[in-house]
């Protein structure tokens, strides 16, 4: 059962703390997209990936986000340090090829106090 | 700024009814377009993809897609409870000049169906 698996699922953290969620896409896909979604602003787009390379993490709040896929199981975001103002439910999604259809993992809920 | 743009709604309709969910977008070169259907707390989940104008059918399900006018739609026929969820209108399209074509989600629309 092909899938984009995300963990964790859920993290509640304090204010400052660092956070790092992670993504496995679905094998054979090769690009991934980090997505957050949140009520006020619906899903944006947070950074993509193309075979393992960023192409594009300009929807990222650079000074306290990164995004990095140390090989082509592993997509990773981390936050640091972390928000109250960052808690929304982020989705990993991949590929096949650029311009087709993206899959979503379950999402991590996180909420900062 | 590209967008993509849906009725928040809710749309109510009976059960068996059809369901009618629109989508306009900006960008007037996108070529890919997908309707998702989320779920209360679950992920998105892709449910119609299409590429070229016209009809494209699957099941209960019509996606309809005019780039001309820059439009999308998609058609629930006979209605259940169990399709009371969010449509999100998925369009690809260039995040910045010569990048590649991104989906970019509108706000979706909620449908409730109701027996």
């Known amino acids: 059962d092909a899938r984009v698996t995300q963990t964790p699922r859920h993290k509640v953290t304090e204010m400052g703390q660092e956070v790092t969620m992670r993504c496995q896409p679905i094998?054979?896909?090769?690009?991934v997209f980090w997505y957050r979604q949140t009520m006020m602003q619906g899903l944006e787009l947070l950074a993509y990936f193309r075979n393992r390379a960023p192409l594009d993490d300009s929807g990222m709040p650079k000074d306290r986000f990164s995004a990095e896929m140390p090989d082509a199981t592993l997509a990773t975001l981390k936050i640091q340090p972390s928000e109250p103002r960052d808690s929304a439910v982020y989705f990993c999604a991949s590929g096949l090829v650029i311009d087709t259809e993206a899959f979503f993992g379950q999402g991590t809920r996180l909420t900062v106090v | 700024q590209k967008e993509v743009e849906q009725n928040s709604g809710p749309l109510s309709v009976p059960e068996g009814a059809i369901a009618s969910l629109n989508c306009t977008y900006s960008d007037r070169v996108s070529q890919s377009f997908f309707w998702y259907r989320q779920y209360s707390g679950k992920s998105p989940e892709l449910i119609m993809s299409?590429?070229?104008?016209g009809d494209k059918e699957d099941g209960r399900f019509t996606a309809q897609l005019n780039k001309a006018s820059q439009y999308v739609s998609l058609l629930i026929r006979d209605s259940q409870p169990s399709d009371s969820a969010t449509y999100l209108c998925?369009?690809?399209?260039?995040?910045?000049?010569?990048?590649?074509?991104?989906?970019?989600f509108g706000r979706g629309t909620s449908l409730i169906v109701h027996p």
């Open positions: 094998l054979g896909h090769n690009t």
């Open positions: 299409i590429y070229s104008n």
């Open positions: 998925a369009v690809n399209m260039e995040v910045r000049t010569g990048g590649s074509y991104i989906p970019t």
